[in-house]
Nanobody, 126 residues
Framework: VQLVESGGGLVQAGGSLRLSCAASGLNLDDYLIGWFRQAPGKEREGVSC????????YYADSAKGRFSISRDNAKNTVDLHLNSLKPEDTAVYYC????????????????????WGQGTQVTVSS
């Protein structure tokens, strides 16, 4: 099983990025997929998740109205669209998968996830 994130980079405040999580060795149709981030010196934060069973989604308060999560079934990927980026969004962003029976209401707990990607760096300059 492998999860690979891509799409990170350096962007100015107010800009946008699209992060992508590509899975191999498993079918994302069978999982809940989450995006997390961790900034230097800070705890890991659950940003968003999507449950493949019903398409239900979760967004952290810090992400609501600015970030959007989506699935591409054909490509077996999950994207996280980052808009109106702020310097405080600077972090390494990780995708992870959890059992599909996990409800999105608790999906911000990293302990529920079985597999993690290596992360992609997002840096937002002011």
């Amino acid at each position: 099983v492998q999860l690979v994130e891509s799409g990170g980079g350096l962007v100015q405040a107010g800009g946008s990025l699209r992060l992508s999580c590509a899975a191999s060795g498993l079918n994302l149709d069978d999982y809940l997929i989450g995006w997390f981030r961790q900034a230097p010196g800070k705890e890991r934060e659950g940003v968003s998740c999507i449950n493949s069973s019903d398409g239900s989604t979760y967004y952290a308060d810090s992400a609501k109205g600015r970030f959007s999560i989506s699935r591409d079934n054909a490509k077996n990927t999950v994207d996280l669209h980052l808009n109106s980026l702020k310097p405080e969004d600077t972090a390494v962003y990780y995708c992870a998968v959890a059992p599909i029976w996990i409800v999105v209401g608790i999906c911000d707990s990293g302990a529920l996830y079985d597999y993690w990607g290596q992360g992609t760096q997002v840096t937002v300059s002011s």
